[in-house]
């Protein structure tokens, strides 16, 4: 997998934002994918992902009604949809593709059975293909 992450920017607090990662190489239906964040200092963390084989969404409690994932499996694009944005959300944001295999199935079963903080991210986390990342910074 290749990813390529685009529409990152500089914006006023309460602002929105669309991210693009261009997926070369990724079958929606047989990866999990996400959306992760790190600002500086900080671990980086997951935001919002989903498994469409599994029909499973995750977003951190910190963006909850504020981002919307979501993908074109034909344009082989994923997407982040920021609004209300807070000087909070300033990160490098990443996309993040893992394929479906026994050990991310193992893992998913796992983490379903027990939840976590963290959730579908964590899962992806550990057997993700990265982009470089796109810079979004919230002036206050």
């Known amino acids: 997998a290749q990813l390529m992450e685009s529409g990152g920017g500089l914006v006023q607090a309460g602002g929105s934002l669309r991210l693009s990662c261009a997926a070369f190489g990724v079958d929606f239906d047989t990866y999990g994918l996400g959306w992760f964040r790190q600002a500086p200092g900080k671990e980086r963390e997951g935001v919002a992902c989903?498994?469409?084989?599994?029909?499973?969404?995750y977003y951190a409690d910190s963006v909850k009604g504020r981002f919307t994932i979501s993908g074109d499996s034909g344009a082989h694009t994923l997407y982040l949809e920021m609004s209300s944005l807070k000087p909070d959300d300033t990160a490098t944001y990443y996309c993040?593709?893992?394929?479906?295999?026994?050990?991310?199935?193992?893992?998913?079963?796992?983490?379903?059975?027990?939840?976590?903080?963290?959730?579908?991210?964590?899962?992806?986390?550990?057997?993700?293909?990265w982009g470089r990342g796109t810079q979004v910074t919230v002036s206050s």
């Open positions: 993040a593709a893992a394929f479906r295999g026994p050990i991310y199935t193992a893992r998913y079963f796992a983490a379903t059975a027990a939840p976590s903080k963290g959730g579908l991210c964590e899962v992806i986390r550990d057997q993700a293909s």
């Open positions: 989903f498994d469409k084989h599994a029909d499973s969404t």
